[in-house]
């Protein structure tokens, strides 16, 4: 079946740096998503990986492997309002649709002063 | 400006109340979606619009009624409804694109539903 795997929560230090993992089970696979959600808002984009390495934006870095199905975000310089959930979705190419993600649950992310 | 507005952001209805919710999105987009978000559980993609068309419904109860009458708007009507049914309602918005386009999906800040 189709599953996305995250971890439910992780705690780092204000400054540090720390890398939320997800692994999937597609039945194909067109591309990575990663959001970044604070309590009571609305998920934001924050970065799309469809081809193996690592994608960098800032502070932020995405990486994927495709045949490992598996994908990180690392955060760096975390700072206090980087604290939110961090939500991993996979587009499964045998769908065919533009549309239908497969969403993990998400990781709370709680940094710390 | 937010490019994707939800009204209202919070919602208690009895049982037999008929309710909807609003979404409205100012990006341009020809794509829209209502999402259920339940707390530590994947979104649930519920319905989907292109082009005011329906593409997607993914096995969503009859008390759920989409409506979308233009690309930039999206109602959800809710009729009798059930404890079950309280969660985070998102909706959003997206350009759709023949084939495999990477455009991301844009949030609303969501409709907090709770069921008496």
């Known amino acids: 079946g189709q599953n996305i795997d995250q971890p439910t929560e992780m705690t780092a230090t204000e400054g540090a740096i720390v890398q939320i993992n997800c692994t999937y089970q597609?039945?194909?696979?067109?591309?990575l998503f990663w959001y970044q959600q604070h309590a009571g808002e609305a998920p934001t984009f924050l970065s799309y990986n469809v081809l193996d390495g690592l994608e960098e934006k800032g502070r932020f870095s995405s990486f994927l492997s495709r045949s490992k199905g598996y994908s990180y975000l690392l955060l760096k310089e975390l700072q206090m309002k980087d604290s939110a959930s961090y939500l991993c979705a996979v587009r499964d190419a045998l769908t065919d649709s533009n549309y239908q993600l497969i969403w993990g649950a998400g990781t709370k992310l709680i940094i710390k002063p | 400006e937010t490019g994707v507005t939800q009204t209202p952001r919070h919602l208690v209805m009895g049982m037999t109340n008929k309710k909807s919710l609003k979404c409205e999105q100012h990006l341009g987009h020809n794509a829209m979606y209502w999402y259920k978000q339940s707390a530590k559980k994947p979104l649930e993609l519920m319905f989907v619009y292109s082009l005011e068309e329906r593409v997607e419904n993914n096995s969503v109860p009859s008390r759920f009624s989409p409506e979308c009458p233009n690309s930039s708007h999206l109602f959800l009507h809710l009729h009798t409804l059930q404890p079950e049914d309280s969660a985070l309602y998102l909706c959003?918005?997206?350009?759709?694109?023949?084939?495999?386009?990477?455009?991301?999906?844009?949030f609303g800040d969501g409709t907090r539903l709770s069921i008496l």
């Open positions: 959003a918005s997206s350009q759709s694109s023949a084939g495999r386009g990477h455009q991301p999906q844009h």
């Open positions: 597609t039945s194909g696979f067109n591309g």
